[in-house]
């Protein structure tokens, strides 16, 4: 595989130009655009999968293949509004989250043909002279690497580290051929799956010869400032430091209230950009999202200036009008500083241990 999108090596030079001078903008939630259209099963199949021997409503990533006009122009929104970086609508395009709609083999189509949709977006808006970026959105899969799905046997697994790395690296490998800029590895909820991730991406790497810029971002559950898999924010960038990713950030399950702790321990302690993208608030009684672009730019613009963002955007229950405002708020604010720590040993367990001489 060779690199099929001349100009990929200026646009990742201007992002990380970009990144110095000012606080990017990521997009918004995908689902909470789909949403919008209330598509039924006939909606999702399009005509392509009329005959598909299963339900297919609720994959939202077939839409790449079956409505590609719905991803096309929710791209576009986001840009719109002033997104620097979009978002591949790939979260479950690996074979281990299309097994549930028996479409394993077209992961790969998915990822190529996710990429390729939001390239012509981002190439499209950066006519305007300001170069937009593509980020592959890789989700965790609905497998857990580190967790028994059997209370009454806590070895047990239904998925193992090396499946888990071959389909992570095959959905980059399609990313790649499709055009984005960075790999993402976002709402990562077990450690040990994001390292399968970043463990797929890497021999990936080796075998096409270049690398990409990766970006991770984690899930803290809930208020007990831990993964699900029970890592606090500084144990599990311990855990992922070598790495080398150019961000690491927080998304999800999380308003931006409850973010902000975890948020601010992962700035103060991470050699490389950070970026923070929440959650409308929590799920209402009807599973909707109550923040208000207006209340949740209160705290965007707070964290701004306080000195903790590099990359700014939104997780479910944001939409374009959110990222239209906190594109507004944080216009004019410097990005965070990249702090330097002194050298030490730096491991993790739950929790992070530190050794310096």
């Known amino acids: ?53 299963c339900d297919l409503r609720g994959n939202n990533d077939l839409l790449i293949l079956s409505r590609p006009e719905i991803i096309t122009a929710m791209h576009c929104a986001y840009l719109d509004a002033g997104a620097d970086i979009i978002e591949t609508n790939t979260f479950s395009s690996t074979t281990i989250a299309q097994a549930d709609y028996q479409m394993e083999s077209l992961a790969y189509e998915l990822n190529v043909e996710g990429a390729r949709l939001a390239r012509r977006s981002a190439d499209e808006a950066a006519r305007d002279g300001r170069p937009r970026f593509v980020a592959g959105a890789i989700g965790p899969t609905n497998r857990t690497a580190s967790i028994s799905p059997n209370v009454n046997d ?33 709402t990562i909820f077990d450690t040990l799956n994001a390292k399968a991730a970043i463990y797929g991406v890497q021999e990936l790497f080796d075998k096409l010869g270049f690398e990409i810029p990766l970006m991770l ?44 702790p975890y948020v601010a321990e992962l700035s103060s302690i991470a050699d490389c950009y950070l ?24 705290h965007m613009r707070e964290w701004a200036e306080s000195g903790m963002l590099n990359i700014v955007g939104g ?25 330097e720590r002194p050298c030490a040993m730096r491991l993790s367990g739950l929790e992070p241990f530190s050794l310096t001489g």
Not at 251 to 260: E, K, S, T, V
């Open 154 to 186: 806590p070895g047990e697994r239904n998925v193992d580290f090396d499946t888990l790395a071959s389909a992570y690296g095959a959905a980059a490998a399609g990313l790649i051929e499709g055009g984005v800029d960075t790999i993402l590895i976002e």
């Open 275 to 298: 970026s923070a993208y929440p959650n409308a608030g929590l799920p209402n009684a009807f599973g909707g999202y109550d923040e208000t672009p207006e209340k949740m730019t209160v």
């Open 217 to 260: 971002s984690v899930t803290i559950t809930d208020q007990s400032g831990r993964t699900l898999s029970g890592q606090t924010s500084e144990a599990f960038w311990n855990s992922v430091r070598h790495a080398h990713p150019i961000s690491i950030g927080v998304n999800c399950a999380l308003g931006p209230d409850l973010m902000r």
């Open 315 to 339: 997780c479910c229950g944001t939409t374009p009008d959110h990222i239209r405002a906190y594109a507004k708020a944080v216009a004019n604010v410097p990005p965070r500083t990249i702090p």
């Open 1 to 53: 595989m060779t690199d099929t999108y001349l100009g990929r090596p200026a646009r990742l030079n201007a992002l990380k130009d970009g990144l110095d001078q000012r606080i990017l903008v990521l997009d918004g939630a995908a689902g909470t655009f789909i949403q919008g259209y209330e598509l039924d099963e006939a909606g999702f199949r399009g005509e392509r999968f009329t005959d598909w021997p």
